[in-house]
């Protein structure tokens, strides 16, 4: 017979410590709501998840004191992207034309970033961070979410919460336990990861090479590029069947004065895939259970904008949560608050995102066709009142949250 679950309870119980779980434990804990944060990884080590910290999320932190002391961490920044085409090269976005304190992409590694977010949460009393637990069930009395069951290396425990949220990625569990229904896109790309070796007199923006069907990206991460090199969806194993010398051929041919640098790659196990995959659910909320971030909607990778909207939902659920919680009204109204707040934003950014993949990317794949930038990007580019759209959008969203008193 199966040993009893321990027991044990909390006000609000987050699954996973990636950016938005993190990030909403930390502003629960700063308001003194008692809060556990489950992460079924033993440490924060993950490689390839995105290092991109925006400026919409150095202006929160610094709201909070913190975006000084993250800046002491090794870190580059970009301040530009540029979109390198057979035409010539095009600044996509310039980040230093924002108005804000932090006029470019801070890259970080992500394990760093979320190590210094859960040691500031940490310094409150109220904070609790139980890593190498990862979540089986959920606990369910009369239709209302009441916690988790997790395990660890001491066994189960259930964890009764007035709220649980799940913050559990795109693949998330709490998402599947609770049923919630997905409205799913299609990009027609996968990408492969990968870093090479950058030297000091390197560009220090970010560039994205296209041209004959190839796109590639290369984001500055000190002394090594972070490479993205998109490929056509369900064409990674033709792409491994190929070999290792036909990937390093096509990648020299699209940036060519980068040739050298790919012999670096020898071995597939520094390559990684990531099957691009873009959706999100209807409804964010059941009573007693919430999802943010990649478990509400999981964010196509053009822009690179996953993280910021990860932590943009946890700011905004903490904005609206932290009181409630704390006076234990919470009702099924505060949760459709968060959802009504940062649902209108993702849906925009995700349309975006359909739009570039369908319109530039699937184009630009396609090595039957010669690349070309569209005429209306042209056009915005060269408009003195739009041409820092394509900056602010990326690095500032389509609405800035602010930490809330
Ligand atoms: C290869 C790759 C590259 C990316 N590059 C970028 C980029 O450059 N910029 C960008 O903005 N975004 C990028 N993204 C997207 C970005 O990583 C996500 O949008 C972002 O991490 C979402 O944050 P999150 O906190 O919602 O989820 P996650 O970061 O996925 O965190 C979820 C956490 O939950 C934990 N967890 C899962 N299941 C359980 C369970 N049952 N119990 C307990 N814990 C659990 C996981 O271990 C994980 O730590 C990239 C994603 C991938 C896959």
């Known amino acids: ?14 699954v996973g410590a990636g950016p938005a779980g993190v990030i909403l434990a930390l502003l629960l804990a700063r308001k003194g709501v008692a809060v556990t944060l489950l992460e079924a990884h033993d440490n924060f080590d993950r490689d390839f998840r995105g290092d991109t910290i925006h400026p919409s999320v150095l202006e929160l932190l610094d709201e909070i004191g913190l975006a000084e002391s993250l800046h002491q961490l090794p870190h580059a920044k970009i301040s530009t992207g540029t979109l390198m085409t057979p035409d010539g090269p095009v600044v996509l976005g310039d980040f230093r034309r924002l108005r804000t304190r932090f006029p470019y992409i801070m890259m970080i ?3 760093d970033f979320l190590a210094f977010v859960a040691g500031e949460a940490k310094r409150y009393p109220s904070f609790r961070l139980l890593m190498g637990a990862r979540v089986e ?13 997790y395990e660890d290396d001491a066994g189960k425990t259930e964890l009764r919460a007035g709220l649980t949220v799940g913050a559990d990625g795109r693949g998330s569990r709490v998402r599947h336990l609770g049923g919630f229904e997905q409205v799913k896109t299609s990009p027609p790309m996968d990408i492969l990861w990968f870093r090479v070796p950058r030297l000091a007199a390197d560009p220090d923006g970010g560039m994205a ?7 590639l990206v290369m984001l500055n991460r000190g002394v090594q590029w972070q490479c993205a090199n998109v490929i056509l969806k369900g064409s990674s194993s033709q792409v491994r069947a190929a070999g290792l010398e036909a990937l390093r051929r096509d990648l020299a041919e699209v940036a060519p004065s980068y040739a050298e640098r790919f012999q670096s790659l020898n071995d597939w196990r520094q390559v990684s895939m990531l099957s691009v995959e873009s959706s999100r659910v209807k409804r964010w909320f059941k009573p007693g259970l919430l999802l943010i971030g990649d478990a509400a909607h999981v964010m196509s990778p053009v822009g690179g904008v996953g993280i910021n909207y990860a932590i943009m939902d946890a700011a ?6 932290a009181a409630p919680l704390g006076a234990g009204t919470l009702g099924e109204g505060h949760l459709r608050e968060v959802q009504r707040r940062r649902e209108w934003p993702t849906r925009l950014i995700q349309a975006l995102q359909t739009r570039i993949q369908r319109r530039v990317i699937a184009a630009a794949l396609d090595p039957r066709r010669t690349f070309r930038v569209p005429l209306v990007l042209r056009l915005l580019l060269r408009l003195p009142v739009l041409r820092n759209l394509p900056a602010r959008l990326i690095g500032l969203g389509f609405k800035r949250v602010h930490v809330e008193r």
């Open 316 to 321: 905004e659920a903490a904005n609206v949560l």
């Open 109 to 111: 590694p992500q394990k």
């Open 209 to 215: 090479f296209i041209g004959g069907g190839h796109i």
């Open 137 to 149: 069930a959920l606990v369910e009395e009369g239709g209302v979410m009441r916690g988790v069951v």
């Open 1 to 14: 017979m199966e040993a009893e679950p321990d027991r044990a309870e909390t006000t609000c119980c987050v």
